[in-house]
């Protein structure tokens, strides 16, 4: 457990913190040591423990993100949960913790965030991993999860639980409205974000089946396509072969438009290869920190 430390003048202390941005509390934690790294966690809504990288914290100092609407921090007042307000709040962090170089690690819809901070905010940061993501939220995107979900059907056909998952995403067309439902909703489909979840040991099964959720206002549809051109820092890509919900083809659209950018596929991951391949994942994104840091240096 990370210790609690609420104390604003020391922002990088290991532990808890929280600023106040805008009238909305922001809640953060610190663990590790080396290049300070944001690391922004997905959903929209969800808690931001899953994403703990105990590993990674060995080479940098993570600053985990516990987002507006997910738990810790406050709620947005007015419910208006975009990528640019999302955008707002890493930008003040970045302010509170004035440090020469951040680098911003975003998962999933975290690294839609990623994105619109660096598009908002360019040259800000040091550099920028985007984590089984993708440029774009809306129709395009759900279809091409009803694609990969289908493939996941076949794959795992006869396993125990996987028609249940099926099940639960065609559920989906009618959205959970209260953070016990997003939750539940979560829960059951965590089989399908990963390459082979019946293969995981009991204990991590048991860490992935406690995530939480809360209920976040749709961020309705947001594309950035045709501008990621402009994204001129150095840039990481990283996606599971097998993941559905932001599978490898927005991970390659985004590297061929990002000039300069590096695309590594997990091969043997899902949605968190920080927890299928644990090492290669540590090794990428290290072995990033410290070209970046060359190119600094140069």
């Not at 999302?86 to 302010?95: E, I, K, N, S, T």
């Not at 920028?128 to 440029?135: E, F, G, H, N, T």
């Not at 076949?154 to 995403?169: E, F, N, S, W």
């Not at 048991?206 to 045709?226: F, I, K, L, N, Q």
Request: include cysteine; charged fraction near 20%; glycine fraction near 12%.
């Amino acid at each position: 457990m990370l210790e609690h430390n609420l104390d604003r003048t020391e922002g990088l202390a290991p532990g808890v913190h929280e600023i106040v941005i805008d009238g909305v509390v922001q809640r953060y934690h610190v663990a590790g040591t080396g290049p300070v790294c944001l690391v922004h966690s997905g959903g929209p809504g969800v808690h931001w423990e899953y994403l703990r990288m105990p590993l990674l914290e060995e080479h940098m100092t993570a600053v985990y993100v516990a987002p507006v609407g997910a738990g810790e921090s406050g709620d947005l007042p007015d419910g208006h949960y975009s990528m640019e307000r999302y955008a707002r709040f890493v930008d003040g962090l970045v302010d509170h913790l004035d440090v020469p170089e951040v680098y911003l690690l975003g998962h999933s819809a975290g690294g839609f965030v990623a994105l619109q901070y660096e598009l908002d905010h360019p040259g800000r940061l040091a550099g920028i991993i985007l984590y089984d993501s993708a440029p774009l939220l809306g129709p395009d995107l759900h279809t091409e999860a009803a694609a990969q979900m289908t493939a996941f059907a076949r794959r795992h056909a006869g396993r125990p639980g996987a028609a249940d998952v099926v099940a639960t995403y065609r559920r989906s067309q009618t959205p959970p409205t209260t953070g016990a439902e997003v939750t539940e909703h979560v829960r059951r489909l965590i089989p399908a974000y990963f390459a082979d979840y019946w293969g995981l040991p009991d204990e991590l099964k048991e860490a992935v089946g406690s995530v939480a959720a809360e209920y976040v206002p749709s961020a309705g549809t947001w594309d950035v396509r045709g501008t990621l051109g402009k994204v001129g820092i150095p840039a990481l890509i990283l996606v599971g072969r097998h993941d559905w919900i932001c599978p490898v083809r927005w991970a390659e659209e985004m590297h061929a438009e990002m000039a300069g950018s590096r695309l590594t596929v997990f091969e043997s991951s899902g949605h968190f290869a920080h927890l299928e391949e644990p090492g290669a994942f540590v090794r990428t994104v290290t072995g990033f920190l410290a070209e970046c840091a060359g190119r600094a240096v140069a």
